[in-house]
Each structure stands twice: as structure tokens, then as C-alpha cells.
């Protein structure tokens, strides 16, 4: 049994009344939230009075989108809800991307927005959204929200809260709204309101047979593939999947958000498949009889855009899906079996059934996969011992995963930092690797990187992104300092949005609107002094040989350090196929 976070009953006296801010905030401490990020506005500031009185810290942003993206880290890190505070209005809007970005990766979080006062709703009051109905702000938030709650009465406010804790966690879990008309939080509640807690929920685990039928399909397969998707992680669930790869000698492949599922060291790992994944991991996946897929929405860019030359060819291939939310399931390809389960729990259930097990000969297959990923590995590992300035991206990597413990926690944004990581760089410890899948925010790994610090205050936490992805809210850098928060992050700079640049190069020969340029020359921000501007470290990059000590000198420091790498613009090999690029036509 998997528990939520839930909280002992309440031992307030349970006589008169009490502000409902203070309770609720009461309420949070109980429920065991150590953190809110977010940002001011009047319409929440009776809920920062009580929050600035509690033990809850309270990490106040430069931008919603920001205070967004660290309560994500957060979530990630912990596997608890991160809770976002926000104004309504202008603080809501900015806020979506983060929130939408946490919800595309199943990410639980709870949003609390302050709304006009409902005395006021329809009548226009300052920053109200009611051009379709009165009150109307959060149906912004519909599109992405598992759920969107107003709340109308003081009384409801209580069971709302809980409600939106509930459901963040159960299920697959995601961002939840609760927005709240300003006079609410000064409302005065009985005391004891906030008494009902979430409950413990047991999570669905597989059926006897079902977990018979699954082992014995894999033991009889010729060419099975385990496939991991983020699911595994957020369930924790490395170890079961270890297990039962082990007892079968089924090989591992694994979506981007899947990467750390097994150690990078393992002889059963494949590697990620898709565009910007591996030869050996697409090859196995496309030739496999067999795949069961855990945890993953088989999403375009893993899986070739479903191009069966690519990455999977099902049929033939037969598919096996385990997923936590039942309609990812046989959506983009014909599935033999599906089953709606935890992940961790059904790992665990199959790996204990086929402990033992005898199972087809998988012949040489370690090998060929030690050979697969030793080929693919000396397309790029000249490069990691690259004097070359502007740096090489792999001799980037490489300083990186030699400067930073096993443990430490690798933010990525988008860009080469997300596809190289993805593709190059070895994890051995689960979870240490965080980065931004289905909407593939740019901008998420600098401010992420915050709440995974926050998290985990004594684990090395490197943000490693573009100067594209960086510069969208230098502002972090300021939050970093006034959180105390020691965080490193390492700008791959190649002055440009490299990624779009390389597309559009490729397809239309020039990078019109892609590069930072004034005056038609190159322009490069000094982002290391923008840091040392808000007190912070900045490094700027001289030399390759500069970068190594520069990181180990960050990670001990007591300060949040940039380091800024100038870099070549090399694309990320792709062995994967993306169907845009048969979309793009150039004319005269
Ligand atoms: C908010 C947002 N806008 C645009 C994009 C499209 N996009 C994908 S990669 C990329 C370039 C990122 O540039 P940078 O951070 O410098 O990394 P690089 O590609 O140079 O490695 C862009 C603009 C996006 N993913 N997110």
C-alpha cells in the first residue's frame, strides 16, 4: 500500500472561530507541506500573513512562471505535491505555463490562487476575468488542470483543499486549482474546519492471472523489451524493475523521462529510444516480439513519431501496456494486454512471480548491447577530452558527470542539455535526473532547480541549460540568493536558440530569427555578471580546461553560482525519426 500525504486528526480545541487563512495554513503544516513558492498580491496577503507565522517557508519569486517551475522541482524530488501561491489576474496567466508544464509530466500540485471578492464577482473589481462569466479566472486553467475548484462559501473551503490534495496524488497524478475569492481567506471559520484529511490509498495492483499471463508472455518471447517511462520513476520503482529484467534477462529500453530507471552501468540497459535516442535501444524496441511498456504514453518524439521504420513496429510486435491512467492506454498503438496499475506495484508483483522462471535463451545479449552502446558512445567520445573553444557540448557532459556526486540532482531545460543528457549522459542513481517532457518548456530548468534544491538542501542541484532557456527569467538568480538556495547553473552558450537554429538551418539554409544578434553581429549577455550584479558567483568560461574546477569550486560554494560556457552549436545526433522535418518546404 502506497500512502498520500495525510495528516494525524487535529487536537485544536474545537470551540469558537478562527480566520480561515490561519486555519488553513494550520491545515498545510498538518498536512506536512514544508514549502510554498509563489509570488504577492492583494489578493492573498491575509494568506502570507498567517504563512509568515508558521513553519511553512514561504519562497517568494520574481515571476509565477518561476515560482511554478520550483514547486515542480520540488514535487519531482520529493514525490510530494508542490503547493504555488499565486495572485489572480496577471499572476495566474503568468503561473500557466508552469502549471502546464507540471501537468504534462504528471507532476502533483496543488495551485491556491486569490480571486476578486465575491461580493464583487461580475462587476468588474480591479484585474477580475470576466469577459464570457462573472469570476472566470479559473477556467484558465482548465485545459490542464486534473481539476479546477472555485470556491463560493467560506465553508467549502476546507473540503475544497482537501479535495484538491486528494486529488493531485490519486491516480495519475497532476496540478489541481483551488481559487479563492480574497474575502475568503479573512473569513472566520469554527475552529477545527479543516479537520477532514485525505485518506490513505491503497493504488491498483495487477491481477494473479494477469501477472501469470504478463511472465509468461515474457518468458516465452524471443525478443522481449522492457520499456520505462516516467511512471517508474515517480513511482520509485527501480528496483522491481531491476528485478524482474534480472529474472528474465529482458533488456531495458526507456522514454526521456523514463532515463535512471536502471542504473546507466546496467548490462540490461538499452538506453532511450526515439529521435534523439540510441541505435541499440531503437533496433531492439523495432525488432522485439514483445514489448511490455510501463509508465509511458508511447509520446511521438520517443517513439519515432510512430514511424514503424524507427522505433516500434507494433504490429508486429505484440504490446503489453501497464499504466496508472487507463486512457494512455492502446491510444496510438494496437495493444494485446493493457492493465491500469501503479507502476511500482505491478513491477513488483511481476518480478516476484518470475523469479525463477525459466525463459527462452536470449543468446549473446548482453554483448550486443555492450557492443551497441560502445558504438554509438565513439561517435562523440573523442569529444570529451575537446580543448575546442567555444567548448564542445560533450567535453561539457563529461566535466559535468565527473564534477558532480552520483547523487546530485542534473535539472535540464530544452535544447542540447535536455537531448545530449538524454542520449550521452550516464545516471546510476534513480530520480537524479529532472527535466521537462510533454510540454518541453524552455525556461523550466532554471527555475526547477530551485525547488530541487529546496528539497534536497544537502545534494549537489545543477541546472544544465542553454542561454536561450536562461535568459527567459535571470530573475531566478535573485530568488537563489534570497532563498539561500546554493544552486549551480551551467549555461551552455552558443547565443541562440540552437535547437530551432540547427532545424531551420537544415531545411532552409540561414537561422533567421533564432540567434541573439545586434547590429547583425553575434550578441553575447554576460550572464556571469548578471549573477555577480544580484551577489551571487559568476563564472565566465576562458577555456575548456576552465570548466572542471570551476564546477567543483560552485558545488562547494555557499553561494548560488552561473557558470557560462561559450559553445559550438553542434546538433545532438539523431538516430531516431521526427516527422516534421517532412513538413518544412522551402520557397523562392
Ligand atoms: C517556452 C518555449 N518557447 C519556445 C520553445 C521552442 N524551443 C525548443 S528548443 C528551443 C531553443 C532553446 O535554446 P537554448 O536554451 O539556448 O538551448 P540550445 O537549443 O541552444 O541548446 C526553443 C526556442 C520551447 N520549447 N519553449
Not at 464570457?132 to 475544497?160: G, M, N, S, W
Not at 544578434?517 to 553575447?524: A, D
Request: glycine residues 8%; contains cysteine.
Amino acid at each position: 500500500m502506497s500512502t498520500l500525504v495525510t495528516a494525524p486528526a487535529t487536537t485544536e480545541p474545537q470551540t469558537g472561530t478562527r480566520i480561515a487563512a490561519y486555519q488553513l495554513t494550520e491545515y498545510l503544516e498538518r498536512l506536512g507541506v514544508e514549502v510554498v513558492f509563489g509570488l504577492c498580491g492583494h489578493t492573498i496577503i491575509a494568506l502570507l500573513d498567517a504563512l509568515g507565522k508558521s513553519r511553512i517557508r514561504f519562497i517568494s519569486t520574481r515571476h509565477e512562471q518561476v515560482a511554478a517551475h520550483a514547486a515542480d522541482g520540488y514535487a519531482r524530488a520529493t514525490g510530494r505535491p508542490g503547493v504555488l501561491l499565486t495572485h489572480l489576474g496577471p499572476g495566474l496567466t503568468n503561473a500557466c505555463t508552469g502549471v502546464a508544464n507540471a501537468a504534462l509530466d504528471s507532476i502533483p500540485m496543488v495551485v491556491i490562487a486569490g480571486d476578486v471578492p465575491s461580493y464583487y464577482y461580475g462587476r468588474h473589481p480591479h484585474q477580475e476575468v470576466n469577459l464570457h462569466q462573472d469570476a472566470d479566472q479559473f477556467q484558465i486553467y482548465r485545459p490542464f488542470c486534473k481539476r479546477v475548484y472555485r470556491v463560493d462559501r467560506a465553508e467549502d473551503l476546507p473540503r475544497t483543499i482537501e479535495r484538491a490534495f486528494h486529488l493531485s496524488q490519486v491516480g495519475r497524478p497532476g496540478p489541481v486549482l483551488v481559487d479563492i475569492p480574497m474575502d475568503l481567506f479573512s473569513a472566520e471559520l469554527p475552529v477545527g474546519s479543516f479537520s477532514k484529511v485525505p485518506a490513505e490509498i491503497a493504488r491498483p495492483t495487477l491481477d494473479a492471472d494477469v501477472v501469470t499471463r504478463i511472465v509468461e508472455a515474457l518468458a516465452t518471447a524471443e525478443r522481449p523489451v522492457l520499456y520505462a517511462g516516467g511512471g517508474v520513476l515517480s513511482a520509485r520503482a527501480s528496483v522491481e524493475l531491476a528485478a524482474l529484467a534480472e529474472a528474465l534477462e529482458v533488456p531495458v529500453a526507456h522514454t526521456l523521462m523514463g532515463k535512471g530507471c536502471l542504473r546507466d552501468d546496467h548490462p540490461l540497459l538499452l538506453g532511450q529510444t526515439g529521435f534523439w535516442g540510441t541505435p541499440i535501444s531503437n533496433e531492439k524496441c523495432r525488432t522485439a516480439d514483445l514489448i511490455v511498456a510501463i509508465g509511458t504514453r508511447l509520446a511521438e518524439a520517443n517513439s519515432s513519431s510512430w514511424d514503424t521504420r524507427y522505433t516500434f513496429a507494433i504490429p508486429p510486435t505484440r504490446l503489453i501496456h501497464i499504466d496508472a491512467d487507463e486512457t494512455e492506454i492502446a491510444r496510438n498503438y494496437p495493444t494485446e494486454l493493457g492493465a491500469v496499475a501503479d507502476a511500482r506495484l505491478a513491477l513488483s508483483a511481476l518480478a516476484h512471480a518470475a523469479r525463477g522462471r525459466r525463459h527462452q535463451s536470449r543468446g549473446p545479449l548482453r554483448e550486443e548491447i555492450a557492443r551497441g552502446r560502445r558504438a554509438f558512445a565513439e561517435n562523440w567520445d573523442h569529444q570529451w577530452s575537446s580543448n575546442q573553444y567555444p567548448m564542445r557540448p560533450e567535453r561539457i557532459l563529461s566535466e559535468l558527470r565527473q564534477a558532480v556526486p552520483a547523487d546530485g540532482f542534473i535539472v535540464t531545460d530544452v535544447g542540447w542539455n535536455k537531448n545530449g543528457v538524454g542520449q550521452q549522459f550516464p545516471i546510476t542513481v534513480p530520480g537524479t535526473f529532472i527535466t521537462p517532457s510533454g510540454l518541453a518548456t524552455m525556461g523550466f530548468g532554471p527555475a526547477a532547480v530551485l525547488g530541487v534544491k529546496m528539497a534536497h538542501p544537502n545534494r549537489a542541484a545543477v541546472a544544465l541549460i542553454g542561454d536561450g532557456g536562461f535568459s527567459t527569467n535571470p530573475s531566478v538568480i535573485a530568488t537563489a540568493m534570497e532563498a539561500n538556495l546554493p544552486v549551480v547553473w551551467l549555461v551552455m552558450d552558443n547565443a541562440g536558440f540552437g535547437t530551432i537554429a540547427g532545424l531551420e538551418s537544415q531545411h532552409y539554409g540561414w537561422n533567421f530569427g533564432c540567434m541573439f544578434e545586434r547590429c547583425g553581429q553575434p550578441y553575447r549577455a554576460d550572464y556571469a555578471a548578471m549573477a555577480r550584479a544580484c551577489g551571487a558567483r559568476g563564472v565566465m568560461i576562458s577555456s575548456a580546461s576552465e570548466l572542471g574546477p570551476a564546477l567543483r569550486e560552485a558545488l562547494a560554494a555557499d553561494l548560488p553560482t552561473v557558470i557560462q560556457a561559450p559553445m559550438e552549436n553542434a546538433p545532438t545526433p539523431t538516430p531516431g525519426y521526427w516527422n516534421i522535418n517532412d513538413i518544412y518546404k522551402k520557397g523562392e
